[in-house]
């Protein structure tokens, strides 16, 4: 399944919101949504199914010099097993490599199967464990971080951060 992928924007929110507590027990509330249109360095992402413009997920990334962290990627549960996670993190992590970005981290619920493996098919490793990190239910979180390629002249080659030395 393809969707259109394009930036948010304002008129999108009430769908997000939606799709946020429909897929997260501890889900973030507008206003935080609204902060990220504002934000320069944030990439916030919808996935559109024209012709009625359904939203059917979104992802949000952040980044910081070479460094970025995915926030949140959150498929509406109708449109879920189509691989449109993988096309909206594949997006994000295109853009992230666009900005400079050398290395992605991410946190994912240690019960998350469905998500840890689109992580893995993404090239994304466990690095840490953080203790009672989530609230609703409290479960420990699963530190992800996926080095990303850049390319140099006429080859790719693999780039470190800070988390490697």
């Known amino acids: 399944m393809t969707a259109l992928l394009r ?3 304002e008129n999108d929110l009430n769908q997000v919101v939606r799709i946020e507590r429909l897929c997260f027990a501890d889900p973030w509330t507008e206003e935080s949504f609204r902060r990220l249109l504002a934000g320069l360095p944030a990439i916030f992402l919808v996935a559109v199914f024209p012709p009625q413009q359904t939203i059917a997920g979104y992802v949000v990334a ?3 010099g070479e460094d970025a962290e995915v926030l949140n990627v959150a498929v509406e549960p109708d449109f879920r097993g189509k691989g449109l996670a ?3 993190l594949d997006a994000a992590l295109i853009e992230l490599g666009g900005r400079g ?3 992605a981290f991410l946190e994912v619920r240690e019960s998350n199967r469905a998500a840890l493996a689109l992580y893995a ?3 994304f490793t466990e690095i840490g464990r953080r203790q009672r990190y989530y609230r609703r239910p409290v479960e420990d979180a699963l530190v ?3 080095v990303l390629e850049v390319t140099e002249g006429d080859g790719k080659k693999s ?4 988390a490697d030395r």
């Not at 780039?159 to 800070?162: K, L, P, T």
């Open 7 to 9: 930036p948010a924007t």
């Open 62 to 64: 952040f980044s910081v």
């Open 86 to 88: 993988g096309q909206m």
């Open 101 to 103: 970005v050398r290395t």
């Open 121 to 123: 098919s993404r090239g």
């Open 144 to 146: 992800l971080r996926k």
């Open 159 to 162: 780039q470190s951060s800070f």
